[in-house]
T-cell receptor, first 114, second 113 residues
Framework: DADVTQTPRNRITKTGKRIMLECSQT?????MYWYRQDPGLGLQLIYY???????NKGEISDGYSVSRQAQAKFSLSLESAIPNQTALYFC?????????????FGPGTRLTVL | DQQVKQNSPSLSVQEGRISILNCDYT??????FLWYKKYPAEGPTFLIS?????DKNEDGRFTVFLNKSAKHLSLHIVPSQPGDSAVYFC????????????FGKGTKLTVNP
């Protein structure tokens, strides 16, 4: 079973709709992240959480919100989706107790906003 | 302001030859650097990393070199294989790797048989 899972894997929605992307992890990591990937722009950090009660904005948080429901779950919401939020979205986790550690990524959600 | 730069969007090499992917950074507080590999329809996967106390780290066919004075790192793949064809992202963080990662835009490597 995958350590970091994302649901849904693909989603098509309409402008103005509310949508939630979910991320779950079985790695026991305390840190979780949401990234967005656009063609030619690499990975941009939307929000991150270093523990259940900690939420931080990333580079491009406008138009997004997050919820850390438990150590293992971190969801990303688009309150009113717009076409320029069409992108690949990745969730990632890392172990905050270890220095010099990598992030582990989920398989991604492809979101299309019409 | 782009703190991590991968100036080559793409690179094409022949199977068996060396692939060299480059990355530059501007933030002198960065002390931990990583390379990720990404195939289409998959999430990025960690490949290799290096901390600022080293100037080289090897793992099989993959070697990362760090030149702190030039704020430059490179990933060498020797020999290159068709399965190495993917997008490679350079990433950096500060404070012993405990800070969030900053990613470059990626370089698409194509290894031709």
């Amino acid at each position: 079973d995958a350590d970091v899972t994302q649901t849904p894997r693909n989603r098509i929605t309409k402008t103005g709709k509310r949508i939630m992307l979910e991320c779950s992890q079985t790695k026991g990591h305390d840190r979780m992240y949401w990234y967005r990937q656009d063609p030619g722009l690499g990975l941009q950090l939307i929000y991150y959480s270093f523990d259940v009660k900690d939420i931080n904005k990333g580079e491009i948080s406008d138009g997004y919100s997050v919820s850390r429901q438990a150590q293992a779950k971190f969801s990303l919401s688009l309150e009113s989706a717009i076409p320029n939020q069409t992108a690949l979205y990745f969730c990632a986790t890392s172990d905050g107790d270890i220095s010099y550690n990598e992030q582990f990524f989920g398989p991604g959600t492809r979101l299309t906003v019409l | 302001d782009q703190q991590v730069k991968q100036n080559s969007p793409s690179l094409s090499v022949q199977e068996g030859r060396i692939s060299i992917l480059n990355c530059d950074y501007t933030n002198s507080m960065f002390d931990y650097f990583l390379w990720y590999k990404k195939y289409p329809a998959e999430g990025p996967t960690f490949l290799i990393s290096i901390s600022s106390i080293k100037d080289k780290n090897e793992d099989g066919r993959f070697t990362v070199f760090l030149n702190k004075s030039a704020k430059h790192l490179s990933l060498h793949i020797v020999p290159s294989q068709p399965g190495d064809s993917a997008v490679y992202f350079c990433a950096a963080s500060a404070r012993g790797g405990s800070e969030k990662l900053v990613f470059g835009k990626g370089t698409k490597l194509t290894v031709n048989p």
